[in-house]
């Protein structure tokens, strides 16, 4: 019997990027686990990808090329073929089109593997080549991004790992012990020293649960909170004005804006109380070290760039940046920039042209409305049938009979029961790839340790194996993965180190910005324009809206998939149970529903059926669809994102799933 130990790294779109240690018995994947040694991951994962043997060897993985023989309006039904017959007719049709207008083929990815090799470094290179659409990432953390890169001047914010050094930690639209776990950790460990934790979310969370105090603000209504707490600094004088003089532009301006919001306004807009704000400022204000978890929660509203830069305001007017354990984190990404190689995707080779730019949060209207059409789609890492919003028509735009469609995927998802082909991708047992992180500050590496099961094959060679069929000659087609893991970062990382010990970490000032030195052009913090963006969809801003739809409904993760991925993983839907919409008893008598019933909420945009929990998790006025099901695993084939919209936020133009009303009856 012969055993060994591979180095890995999650791939999964969480904060966390977990160092990973693969142990294979006679080429077989008995055993996936945290590993020990890696500081954020110490030993432990979640539960999801404790079981990822059980996604990687799932009996529906798809391990041969498909081709599609109904329509697509049909049942789904596909034959195996070669790849060499694929890859031959994908080319063909996508050289035909690329021949008149290459920006009529639009690429679809997202985070589905977060790997610098498996996500664009091969692909963006060919979608260069073809002159083909880009793409708009924006699903999920743009709007954030964009707020906190205004502030800020890029996405950085403290350390993890600090947090465990906090005497009050505010989590602040997250829902940590599901979507951040060892974050979840460092803030446990305040917590047995004495640290007080608040949570600031519609939802009775499990986090909430454990926090000291739960705050559960009205959707969409954050950046008045934020606003409410600055009035409460000002009046007490909890400010450090000497930070804010030395590194901070546009205070006296927003000073005004926030002494229009006492805590009585405040309380009435964000449906708390006013000694809920009043208390939330004193614990803020006189706490230090102080430490804020945004996450990316509280910016799926319309105002959600704005609510960002109101929050990332505060750790600023309070001075609390000057100890490592205060301060803010809502993403680290922003530090990596420095160490990637901008050329990767060689942009080069676009020879001067600029594709349009297709957002693919209105995928939906996208592919029903865009003038050029969309002739062509590939999708890979993304599964948007389920996460895109506004299904309805994001369905009827993939069902376009003249809309030639490739997904690359590991299962049949939504997204691949309307493809042309679906070409079996490997998953991260079997390739190789390189990390970085949103939530820590370590590069990592993965290395494959099983070999690709059937026929799957990485993304990377999948691209590699289009191009040669594309007959596109540059030889940057023909680069290995260990070659492009050689080119993705700077010299300042080192293949050596990240090969023999897996991660290696970036140099980063523990407390960065105790002395300002913001990444904005003169290194001050910047609260310009920053300012309250009510929501598209409320009683306020609608109200002819919320008389027939009047209750807000939000879709967080649910804790035992990510995004969409695992639900068809049966040990993990099982904890889940089936498709949920959770509701407050006095909702629930209200409208004479019973709790375990089948219920539909709906709106003018579709009608999401699921069952009916009464919940104090569920506060009154808003409804929880725990996400992201599949389509077809729900009660009458349809998810949450049935009724979500596709308006975009104020910054980043993102979508805004959780601004969004609806009414709920008997399905
Ligand atoms: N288990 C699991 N982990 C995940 C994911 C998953 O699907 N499942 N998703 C991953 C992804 S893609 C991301 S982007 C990250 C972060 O993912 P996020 O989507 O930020 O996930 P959560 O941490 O659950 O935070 C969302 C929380 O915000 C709350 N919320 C909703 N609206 C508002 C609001 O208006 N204001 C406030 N204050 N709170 C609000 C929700 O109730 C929920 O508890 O997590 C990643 N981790
Ligand atoms: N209503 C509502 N909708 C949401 C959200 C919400 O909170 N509410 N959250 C939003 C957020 S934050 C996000 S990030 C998006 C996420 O949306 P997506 O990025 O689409 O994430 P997943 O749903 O997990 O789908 C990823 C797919 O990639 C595939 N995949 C994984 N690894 C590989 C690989 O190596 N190769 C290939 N070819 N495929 C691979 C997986 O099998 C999976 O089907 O959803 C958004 N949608
Ligand atoms: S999904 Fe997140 S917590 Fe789970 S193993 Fe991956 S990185 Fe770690
Ligand atoms: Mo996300």
């Known amino acids: 019997m012969s055993t060994r130990t591979v180095f890995g790294a999650c791939p999964h779109d969480c904060p966390d990027t977990c160092a990973l240690q693969v142990t294979v018995e006679n080429e077989r994947v008995i055993k996936v686990q945290g590993r020990a040694e890696h500081p954020s991951t110490h030993g432990a994962l979640c539960t999801k990808v404790s079981r990822y043997a059980e996604r990687t060897y799932h009996p529906e993985r798809v391990l041969h090329p498909l081709k599609r023989v109904s329509k697509k309006s049909e049942a789904p039904a596909f034959v195996r073929v070669s790849w060499a017959e694929a890859l031959a007719d994908i080319a063909s049709r996508l050289k035909a089109i690329a021949a008149r207008d290459g920006q009529r083929i639009q690429p679809y990815s997202y985070a589905g593997t977060m790997g610098l090799l498996q996500g664009e470094a091969m692909a963006g290179r060919v979608w260069n080549a073809l002159g083909a659409a880009r793409l708009d990432r924006t699903i999920c953390a743009s709007a954030g991004g964009a707020g906190l890169a205004m502030t800020y001047g890029h996405k950085l914010g403290m350390h993890t790992r600090h947090f465990a050094g906090a005497k009050l930690i505010v989590i602040w639209g997250s829902n940590s012990i599901t979507s951040n776990l060892h974050f979840w ?85 964000c449906g708390i109380t006013a000694d809920e704000v009043r208390g939330l400022a004193r614990d803020y ?45 809502l ?22 042209r600029t594709p349009r ?43 376009r009979e003249d809309l030639f469609t490739v997904v690359l995927e590991h299962f049949m998802t939504d997204t691949a029961d309307l493809a042309d082909y679906v070409l079996p991708a490997t998953t991260q047992l079997e390739h190789l790839d390189v990390h970085t992180s949103y939530g820590h500050t370590d590069v ?37 993965d260990e070659e492009l893991a050689a080119q993705a970062f700077t010299a300042d990382i080192d293949l050596g180190l990240l090969r023999t010990q ?69 040990s993990l839907r099982d904890m889940e149970g089936e498709p949920l919409i959770e509701m407050h008893a006095d909702d629930a008598a209200a409208r004479g529903l019973a709790d375990g019933s089948l219920v539909a909420a709906f709106n003018d945009r579709g009608r999401y059926v699921a069952r009916l929990k009464v919940s104090p ?24 994102n049935e009724v979500t919209h596709q308006r975009l936020t104020d910054m980043g133009e993102a979508p805004a799933f959780y601004d969004c009303l609806v009414q709920v009856e008997h399905a």
């Open 185 to 269: 950790t460092y803030a446990n460990q305040a917590k047995r020293e004495g640290a007080k934790l608040i949570c600031i979310d519609p939802r009775k969370t499990e986090t909430a649960d454990k926090c000291h105090q739960h705050i559960a603000v009205l959707p969409g209504t954050d950046g008045a909170l934020a606003l409410g707490l600055m009035h409460e600094l000002i009046q007490h004088d909890w400010l450090d004005h000497d930070y804010i003089a030395r590194h901070v532009d546009g205070w006296d301006e927003l000073r005004a804006k926030a002494l229009a919001w006492p805590p009585e306004r405040v309380a009435e807009v």
């Open 285 to 329: 204000g006189t706490t230090t070290p102080a430490a804020i978890r945004m996450n990316y929660g509280l910016q799926r509203v319309r105002g959600g760039g704005n609510a960002v830069r109101l929050i990332a305001m505060l750790p600023c007017l309070t001075g609390a940046w000057r100890h490592p354990s205060g301060g803010v984190l």
């Open 331 to 352: 993403s680290a990404s922003g530090w990596f920039a420095p160490f990637k190689n901008p050329d990767l995707e060689r942009p080069d080779l676009l020879a001067g």
């Open 357 to 399: 730019m297709v957002n693919m949060s209105t995928i939906g209207d996208a592919l029903l409305q865009a003038d050029p059409p969309i002739e062509a789609l590939v999708v890979y890492n993304s599964n948007p049938v389920a996460v895109a919003p506004e299904s309805p028509k994001v369905v009827k735009g993939f069902q």
């Open 444 to 480: 990592l590496m993965n290395q494959p340790a099983i070999a690709p099961l059937g026929e799957a094959k990485p993304n990377t060679q999948i691209f590699r194996e289009l191009a040669a069929a594309l007959g596109l000659t540059d030889p940057c087609f023909r680069e290995t």
């Open 502 to 570: 897996g991660w290696q970490p970036l140099p980063i000032p523990e407390a960065p910005f105790a002395e300002g030195g913001f990444r904005t052009p003169n290194g001050r913090a910047n609260a310009a324009g920053a300012d309250y963006v009510p929501n598209y969809e409320s009683a306020r801003t609608a109200p002819e809206l919320a008389a027939r739809y009047p209750l807000a409904m939000i879709s967080p993760p649910a804790r035992n998939f990510l995004n969409s991925s695992f639900v068809n993983v049966k």
């Open 617 to 640: 998790r569920a506060r009154p006025g808003v409804v929880n669809g725990l996400g992201v099901w599949w389509r077809k695993l729900g009660p009458q084939g349809t998810n949450v």
